[in-house]
């Protein structure tokens, strides 16, 4: 099973993967990426450029590869805002869809508290796009920080 967890930064998309999956699973987490593609001491988020691309080639490598798999496991990839492209390619898929959002206050806060002005320009854009999206059948939210 594919199951893709959206969410706008601060979220807790990566503690809703650490809650459900098990260690047999593939968890395809950029963050996760960019933090095993760099050295000690390295930034958890808000990393440079070019950390930023290579890490995002390794993402769409490990999609592509993880995909092929999924009748032998399950997958747990964080798309932040699936554009309608990969939305129409995790339908075929059959992915499950999961938005984590404990709402906009927490999210801004927990922005505020620990990333940069980046992140809240993400949010932002992550909520002015979900009022045009229906939203699911259960918002999912994240343990309290």
Same mark, same amino acid.
């Given at each position: 099973?594919? =199951?893709?967890?959206?969410?706008?930064?601060?979220?807790?998309? &990566? &503690?809703?993967?650490?809650?459900?999956?098990? @260690?047999?699973?593939?968890?395809?987490?950029?963050?996760?990426?960019?933090? #095993?593609?760099?050295?000690?001491?390295?930034?958890?988020?808000?990393?440079?450029?070019?950390?930023?691309?290579? @890490?995002?080639?390794?993402? =769409?490598?490990?999609?592509?590869? !993880?995909?092929?798999?999924?009748?032998?496991?399950?997958?747990?990839?964080?798309?932040?805002?699936?554009?309608?492209? @990969?939305? #129409?390619? =995790?339908?075929?898929?059959? @992915?499950?869809?999961?938005?984590?959002?404990?709402?906009?206050?927490?999210?801004? !806060?927990?922005?505020? !508290?620990?990333?940069?002005?980046?992140?809240?320009?993400?949010?932002?854009?992550?909520?002015?796009?979900?009022?045009?999206?229906?939203?699911?059948?259960?918002?999912?939210? &994240?343990?309290?920080?």
């Amino acid at each position: 099973m594919l =199951y893709v967890v959206t969410g706008p930064p601060a979220a807790g998309k &990566s &503690s809703w993967i650490q809650a459900h999956a098990t @260690a047999r699973d593939i968890v395809i987490d950029l963050d996760l990426i960019a933090v #095993a593609l760099t050295g000690p001491g390295a930034p958890r988020w808000n990393h440079d450029s070019v950390v930023q691309r290579v @890490a995002q080639k390794a993402r =769409y490598a490990a999609i592509d590869e !993880a995909c092929q798999h999924l009748d032998k496991v399950d997958v747990y990839l964080i798309h932040t805002m699936p554009n309608p492209k @990969a939305m #129409a390619r =995790y339908k075929r898929l059959e @992915a499950e869809i999961v938005a984590v959002d404990p709402g906009r206050d927490i999210v801004m !806060a927990r922005i505020e !508290a620990m990333r940069s002005p980046d992140m809240q320009r993400v949010a932002t854009r992550w909520y002015n796009r979900r009022k045009t999206l229906p939203r699911p059948a259960m918002p999912q939210a &994240s343990r309290q920080w």
